[in-house]
């Protein structure tokens, strides 16, 4: 649909017609014109904007999952969020990457390869600044990691990676697992360079260091469950699954539910100085008779007849009959 013109617009627009400064047939043949749009076939686009749009939801769940798990680790404000997600050839995001620079190379199982989890420099310095005790500060000049460094920042993408599980698990269960960190990009070399791979950045803030988190997931891991990446299966088995917990919920709760449970053996009336005047012994007469059913109640609704004995040597009942819905 158009832009709107406005009352203004058209009457300049009839203006120029009546003068002959625009020519009617040569906007119909711009009318008619069929906007052409490049495809570009060493490139083709694997990944459909439902699918982009279905991992840019799961990324921002476990974005909030790795702010508050960083937050609480760190004892400092971190903040994550999602910027983009964006599909382009695995060469222009591996030339992207400048050395050096922490390239985790994490198994998706049970999905078939490899994704890579990228962390910027200045965010893994802050990360091993605060948890040796410092403020969180990032390195003023470039260098690399030493392996006690290493060490530490591989221990935070072990939690890391563990936390994708749950946003993933609408999708598929996941296990992801840290195969190998890598310093430089030319040794991350998982998949083809004219690979189509979905990279999902994400934007980190730890104190006052700011930085980038990129997650390269190539095509080729996610083929076999792209059927599974779109809006409608993903809010579909999502309600389908608030369901289920729901009902779930209310029957674990009713089942743990006590409520009390009363048998009448019968009634009968009295003075209240009859009643002054009971002793151990006396007999009451009731106006239940010594074949007929006994009352029981759950809570103060009946709900079943019965019959009285005795089992094991202890009194008990016999339930006889159930009271419907109707009946009561």
């Known amino acids: 649909m158009g832009d709107i013109l406005s009352q203004n617009e058209i009457d300049e627009l009839l203006r120029a017609l009546n003068t002959g400064e625009i020519d009617v047939q040569q906007m119909q043949t711009t009318t008619a014109e069929k906007k052409i749009k490049s495809h570009d076939f060493r ?7 439902d699918h982009l749009k279905t991992l840019h939801i799961i990324h921002e769940n476990y974005s909030r999952l790795v702010t508050n798990f960083l937050s609480g680790y760190l ?8 910027i983009s997600v ?13 050395n050096p620079v922490i390239l985790s190379v994490v198994d998706f199982t049970p999905l078939t390869g490899s994704v890579i989890f990228e962390i910027a420099p200045n965010i893994s310095f802050a990360l091993i600044d605060r948890i040796l005790g410092g403020k969180g500060s990032s390195m003023e000049r470039v260098r690399g990691f030493t392996e006690i460094e290493l060490a530490i920042i591989e221990r935070i993408i072990i939690q890391m ?16 697992r840290l195969e190998k960190i890598e310093t430089n990009a030319q040794f991350a070399q998982i998949i083809s360079p004219n690979e189509i791979v979905a ?3 994400l934007s980190a803030r730890v104190g006052e260091v700011e930085g980038m988190i990129n997650i390269c997931i190539p095509h080729m891991v996610v083929e076999p469950i792209v059927s599974k990446l779109s809006t409608k299966f993903w809010f579909s088995t999502t309600e389908k699954e608030f369901a289920s917990d729901v009902k779930e919920n209310i029957e674990n709760k009713i ?11 019968g009634k009968t009336v009295i003075t209240v100085a009859e009643f002054l005047e009971l002793q151990q012994g006396d ?10 059913n006994l009352e029981v109640h759950v809570g103060e609704i009946l709900k079943f007849y019965a019959n ?7 009194v008990s009942i016999k339930i006889t009959d159930v009271l419907k819905r109707e009946d009561e």
Request: net charge positive; aromatic share 6%.
């Open 43 to 49: 490139r083709p686009s694997k990944f459909a904007k």
């Open 75 to 82: 004892r400092t404000l971190v903040q994550v969020d999602v």
């Open 86 to 98: 964006e599909p382009l050839s695995y060469y222009e995001f591996n030339n992207s990457i400048s």
């Open 161 to 176: 990676l563990n936390l994708m599980r749950e946003p993933w698990e609408n999708v598929i269960a996941i296990r992801p």
């Open 199 to 201: 990279l999902v950045t």
């Open 255 to 265: 089942e743990q539910t006590v409520v009390p449970v009363r048998a009448l053996l």
């Open 283 to 292: 007999v009451l007469p009731l106006d239940t008779s010594i074949n007929g």
């Open 308 to 314: 009285p004995g005795v089992k094991r040597n202890k």
